[in-house]
């Protein structure tokens, strides 16, 4: 049972430099996200999508850019990259709304991101 | 605008005993969800049990248990019989009729031999 599948586990990136985290699910979930949890916090929606070719912004999009091509992946872009991206980001899936039923969100094991 | 907040950042509990995290929100949407998520030190996030805001009993799974009290908008999470692998920090979160999650800053338990 793979799940949601997030590559890489690990990355340091210098300030400006940009890269794409990549994030997989094999569960046919409809509703895709992206978190990012910033030490001793809760976890803040950077963007999520509803379907292949839907996304949208959630609390702190600002950095980034997503896009959603099939059903299984949606990558994560930074194009520039800053100190202030330093952080945990987690990609998570879940079907149909959250709130309509108790299938909870699906998480990823987590890309541990340093800006420096 | 949906607020969680969790008032306890760490709390101390013997193992055996129960311990009960406190959580209080804040939506003005009639129909929502409740959640509770574990994340050992390990980092990955733990599912553990679910509530809408329709549900007239309280949700259980196994040793967690759910104190939901809609009118004063607190979602309690209880957890018995606490074992040393209940050491992590945990997350409320709800999600309301835009479907995204918001979480609260989460609350540390350490459970002591």
């Known amino acids: 049972n793979a799940g949601v599948t997030q590559t890489p586990k690990f990355r340091i990136l210098k300030i400006g430099q940009s890269m794409t985290l990549q994030c997989t699910q094999d569960?046919?979930?409809?509703?895709m996200y992206w978190y990012r949890q910033d030490p001793g916090m809760g976890l803040k929606l950077i963007y999520y999508s509803v379907g292949a070719g839907i996304t949208d912004k959630g609390e702190v999009p600002n950095g980034y850019n997503v896009s959603r091509s099939t059903t299984e992946d949606f990558p994560l872009r930074l194009e520039l990259a800053a100190p202030s991206q330093t952080s945990v980001y987690f990609c998570?899936?879940?079907?149909?709304?959250?709130?309509?039923?108790?299938?909870?969100?699906?998480f990823g094991d987590g890309t541990r991101l340093s800006i420096l | 605008a949906q607020k969680i907040t969790q008032t306890q950042p760490g709390m101390f509990v013997q193992e055996k005993e129960a311990v009960t995290l406190d959580c209080t929100y804040d939506t003005s949407d009639q129909s929502y969800g409740l959640f509770w998520y574990k994340q050992p030190s390990s980092g990955e996030m733990i599912f553990l049990i679910y509530q809408g805001s329709y549900d007239e009993q309280n949700a259980t799974e196994g040793r967690y248990s759910l104190n939901f009290q809609k009118a004063r908008k607190s979602a309690n999470l209880v957890i018995s019989a606490s074992q040393l692998g209940d050491s992590a920090m945990y997350f409320c979160a709800m999600s309301g009729v835009d479907y995204k999650l918001s979480f609260g800053a989460g609350t540390t338990v350490t459970v002591r031999a």
């Open positions: 998570a899936s879940s079907y149909l709304r959250s709130r309509y039923s108790n299938q909870p969100q699906h």
């Open positions: 569960m046919n979930h409809n509703y």
